[in-house]
C-alpha cells in the first residue's frame, strides 16, 4: 500500500477527532447539565446516535494514535524487514485494542 | 583580529580510536575564508591534514564542513562574517567519516541515483532524437531553483530527520525527485513515486526546515518535498493530468529566419568575363 493513502487517512481522521469529540464536548459538557451523572450516563449509553458517535472517536482515534506510533518507530531506521513487522504489529495491537473498547458501549446499549 | 585559532576534528580511521581536536593558530588576512585558513595548515603547519576542495567558489560544493556548528561551505564562508576568533571545524555529520574533515557522501549519491534523477520519456524522440525538447520559460521556472543543486551534502547534514534514520531518503533526493518530476519534458514521476512514497520516503520529513536554512545555493528543498506531497496525493487519487508530449525545436533546415537578409549584403561571386 502506498504510503500516501496511509497519510491521507491520518489527515481524515485527525479532522474527524476534532469534529466529533467538539460535538461531544458541545453536547454533554457545555449545553446540558452534569454529563457525569447517573442518569445523562445512562440516557447516553441507551442513544444509538451517541453510540454512532464513540465508536467513530474509537475508530478514528486508534487509527490517529497507531500511525504516529508508527511514524516516530520508523524513524528508528528500520530494515525493510522490520517495517513489515511493525505494520502487522501495529495492526493487530490496534485491532485488539478496538475489540476491547468497542464492547464497553455497545454492552451497555 | 590578527591571530585566528582553528579547533580542527582529526581522525584517521587507521591510528585513532576516536575524533579529537586539534588546535592551530594561524595569521589572518582581510577577506580570507575558512578554506583559505585550512590550505594555510596544510601548507605551513601540518601536512597530514586532510580536507576535500576543488573550484574555491562555491560550484562544485566539496568543501561542505561543520563550521562553528553550521554546515556550510568552506570556500563560500567568510571568516569576517563569523565575527569569531576562533573556529571550530568539523567534518558533515550524518556521513561516516573517511578521515578528518572528509565526509563518505556515498550514502547521498546512492539515494540520489535511486530517485532516477534524469528525465525519463518513452518516445521515438528520446530514441532516435532529431533536436532538443522546447521548454517555455514559465515551465522552467516551476522547477528551476531545485535544478541548482551542487550535491555538496549540507541539507542532508543539517536535517534532523536524516539523524535519526539513515534509511530517510533526505531532502537532497527528495528535491531532486520533484525537480525532475515537475518537469515538463519528463513522464517518469510514476517510477520516481515508488521510491519516494514509501516509509522512509517524503512523509517522514517534519518541515523543519534546516535544509533550506543550509543551502549554500539558495535552493529551498523544504519547499520542493512539500510540493512533492502535493504531486505524490494529486497522483494517489489520480487526479493528475496527463502531460502533453513536449514539442521538438524545428530542424535548422525547416526554420526561415525571422528577419530577411536583405539582398544586398550577400557577397555574389564575381561575373566571369
Not at chain 1, 472517536?57 to 487509527?63: E, K, M, N, P, S
Not at chain 1, 501495529?90 to 464497553?104: C, D, E, N, T
Not at chain 2, 601540518?46 to 568543501?63: A, K, P, Q, W
Not at chain 2, 496527463?242 to 539582398?263: D, L, R
Given at each position: 500500500?502506498?504510503?500516501?493513502?496511509?497519510?491521507?487517512?491520518?489527515?481524515?481522521?485527525?479532522?474527524?477527532?476534532?469534529f466529533l469529540v467538539g460535538l461531544h464536548l458541545l453536547?454533554?459538557?457545555?449545553?446540558?447539565?452534569?454529563?457525569?451523572?447517573?442518569?445523562?450516563?445512562?440516557?447516553?449509553?441507551?442513544?444509538?446516535?451517541?453510540?454512532?458517535?464513540?465508536?467513530?472517536?474509537?475508530?478514528?482515534?486508534?487509527?490517529?494514535?497507531?500511525?504516529?506510533?508508527?511514524?516516530?518507530?520508523?524513524?528508528?531506521?528500520?530494515?525493510?524487514?522490520?517495517?513489515?513487522?511493525?505494520?502487522?504489529?501495529?495492526?493487530?495491537?490496534?485491532?485488539?485494542?478496538?475489540?476491547?473498547?468497542?464492547?464497553?458501549?455497545?454492552?451497555?446499549? | 583580529?590578527?591571530?585566528?585559532?582553528?579547533?580542527?576534528?582529526?581522525?584517521?580511521?587507521?591510528?585513532?580510536?576516536?575524533?579529537?581536536?586539534?588546535?592551530?593558530?594561524?595569521?589572518?588576512?582581510?577577506?580570507?575564508?575558512?578554506?583559505?585558513?585550512?590550505?594555510?595548515?596544510?601548507?605551513?603547519?601540518?601536512?597530514?591534514?586532510?580536507?576535500?576542495?576543488?573550484?574555491?567558489?562555491?560550484?562544485?560544493?566539496?568543501?561542505?564542513?561543520?563550521?562553528?556548528?553550521?554546515?556550510?561551505?568552506?570556500?563560500?564562508?567568510?571568516?569576517?562574517?563569523?565575527?569569531?576568533?576562533?573556529?571550530?571545524?568539523?567534518?558533515?555529520?550524518?556521513?561516516p567519516i573517511i578521515k578528518d574533515l572528509i565526509p563518505?557522501?556515498?550514502?547521498?549519491?546512492?539515494?540520489?541515483?535511486?530517485?532516477?534523477?534524469?528525465?525519463?520519456?518513452?518516445?521515438?524522440?528520446?530514441?532516435?532524437?532529431?533536436?532538443?525538447?522546447?521548454?517555455?520559460?514559465?515551465?522552467?521556472?516551476?522547477?528551476?531553483?531545485?535544478?541548482?543543486?551542487?550535491?555538496?551534502?549540507?541539507?542532508?547534514?543539517?536535517?534532523?530527520?536524516?539523524?535519526?534514520?539513515?534509511?530517510?531518503?533526505?531532502?537532497?533526493?527528495?528535491?531532486q525527485a520533484y525537480r525532475y518530476s515537475a518537469d515538463?519534458?519528463?513522464?517518469?514521476?510514476?517510477?520516481?513515486?515508488?521510491?519516494?512514497?514509501?516509509?522512509?520516503?517524503?512523509?517522514?520529513?517534519?518541515?523543519?526546515?534546516?535544509?533550506?536554512?543550509?543551502?549554500?545555493?539558495?535552493?529551498?528543498?523544504?519547499?520542493?518535498?512539500?510540493?512533492?506531497?502535493?504531486?505524490?496525493?494529486?497522483?494517489?487519487?489520480?487526479?493528475?493530468?496527463?502531460?502533453?508530449?513536449?514539442?521538438?525545436?524545428?530542424?535548422?533546415?525547416?526554420?526561415?529566419?525571422?528577419?530577411?537578409?536583405?539582398?544586398?549584403?550577400?557577397?555574389?561571386?564575381?561575373?566571369?568575363?
Amino acid at each position: 500500500m502506498r504510503e500516501s493513502y496511509l497519510k491521507i487517512l491520518q489527515y481524515i481522521t485527525g479532522i474527524g477527532i476534532f469534529f466529533l469529540v467538539g460535538l461531544h464536548l458541545l453536547i454533554s459538557h457545555l449545553s446540558s447539565g452534569d454529563p457525569t451523572e447517573w442518569s445523562s450516563v445512562s440516557r447516553r449509553a441507551a442513544s444509538a446516535g451517541w453510540l454512532t458517535i464513540y465508536i467513530l472517536i474509537l475508530i478514528f482515534g486508534i487509527y490517529h494514535g497507531m500511525h504516529g506510533v508508527r511514524g516516530l518507530i520508523l524513524e528508528l531506521s528500520l530494515p525493510n524487514k522490520a517495517v513489515r513487522v511493525l505494520n502487522w504489529a501495529i495492526v493487530f495491537i490496534g485491532l485488539a485494542i478496538f475489540g476491547y473498547a468497542v464492547s464497553i458501549p455497545i454492552h451497555a446499549f | 583580529m590578527e591571530k585566528l585559532t582553528f579547533k580542527v576534528q582529526r581522525y584517521d580511521p587507521d591510528k585513532d580510536k576516536k575524533p579529537y581536536i586539534q588546535n592551530f593558530t594561524i595569521p589572518f588576512k582581510h577577506g580570507m575564508t575558512v578554506l583559505d585558513g585550512l590550505i594555510y595548515i596544510k601548507e605551513n603547519l601540518d601536512n597530514t591534514l586532510s580536507f576535500r576542495s576543488s573550484c574555491r567558489m562555491g560550484i562544485c560544493g566539496s568543501c561542505g564542513m561543520l563550521i562553528n556548528k553550521l554546515p556550510m561551505l568552506a570556500c563560500h564562508t567568510p571568516i569576517e562574517e563569523l565575527k569569531k576568533d576562533t573556529i571550530e571545524v568539523r567534518p558533515l555529520p550524518n556521513f561516516p567519516i573517511i578521515k578528518d574533515l572528509i565526509p563518505d557522501l556515498t550514502p547521498l549519491f546512492e539515494k540520489h541515483k535511486s530517485i532516477k534523477p534524469y528525465l525519463i520519456q518513452d518516445t521515438e524522440e528520446v530514441e532516435k532524437p532529431t533536436a532538443e525538447f522546447l521548454q517555455a520559460q514559465g515551465q522552467l521556472e516551476e522547477f528551476v531553483q531545485f535544478a541548482y543543486c551542487v550535491k555538496c551534502g549540507l541539507c542532508m547534514a543539517a536535517c534532523p530527520t536524516v539523524a535519526t534514520d539513515k534509511h530517510f531518503l533526505g531532502p537532497q533526493p527528495l528535491a531532486q525527485a520533484y525537480r525532475y518530476s515537475a518537469d515538463r519534458r519528463d513522464a517518469g514521476a510514476k517510477e520516481r513515486f515508488k521510491q519516494t512514497d514509501t516509509p522512509h520516503g517524503l512523509w517522514l520529513c517534519h518541515l523543519a526546515g534546516a535544509c533550506s536554512e543550509a543551502c549554500p545555493k539558495g535552493v529551498d528543498p523544504a519547499l520542493a518535498i512539500q510540493l512533492l506531497k502535493r504531486a505524490t496525493l494529486a497522483d494517489s487519487f489520480r487526479l493528475t493530468k496527463k502531460k502533453p508530449q513536449p514539442s521538438v525545436a524545428p530542424s535548422p533546415e525547416q526554420k526561415k529566419p525571422k528577419i530577411a537578409v536583405p539582398e544586398f549584403t550577400i557577397k555574389k561571386p564575381a561575373a566571369k568575363s
